[in-house]
């Protein structure tokens, strides 16, 4: 099948799919004319790496689940070991994020919101010292 038929398939932009396979995490044959032509198991491994990257999982990441998912030798503990260290990254960014809602909360809680020039949120973003652990 051709790429735009790969890409209604799977949901993945024709772009999305021309990087995948320039970057070789898919290799589809080639038509006599050039074209690409997609086989049911390039089509599969497109809607695994959507669903993958659906997740936030890296290219990286995906690239070594991918090669994990097509070896029938696998170690579930490889896959396992590549999901925690994902879900590590996802905590440490939510925990990031509810900081700085925290932060924002209080100095929009701290402005008045008036017709006063006065503001402790344009204040903080102006401080030259700035913690943002």
Same mark, same amino acid.
């Given at each position: ?11 993945? !932009? ?13 290799? !589809? ?7 690409? $032509?997609?086989?049911?198991? $390039? ?17 990286? $990441? ?8 097509? $070896? ?14 994902? *879900? ?8 990031? *994020? ?18 006063? !020039?006065?503001? !402790? ?10 913690? *943002?652990?």
């Amino acid at each position: 099948m051709n790429i735009g038929a790969a890409a209604r398939r799977t949901g993945l !932009p024709s772009k999305t799919i021309r990087y995948y396979e320039e970057i070789g995490l898919i290799r !589809p044959a080639r038509d006599s004319n050039g074209y690409r $032509d997609f086989s049911e198991t $390039d089509v599969h491994k497109l809607a695994f790496l959507g669903r993958a990257r659906s997740f936030d999982f890296s290219i990286e $990441d995906c690239r070594s689940l991918l090669a994990l998912y097509e $070896d029938s030798s696998r170690a579930s503990g490889d896959v396992k070991r590549i999901a925690q260290g994902h *879900l590590d990254r996802i905590d440490a960014r939510l925990a990031e *994020l509810n900081e700085m809602r925290r932060t924002l909360s209080s100095l929009v809680d701290t402005c008045a919101g008036d017709g006063r !020039p006065d503001c !402790p949120i344009l204040q903080d973003l102006a401080a030259e010292e700035t913690d *943002l652990s």
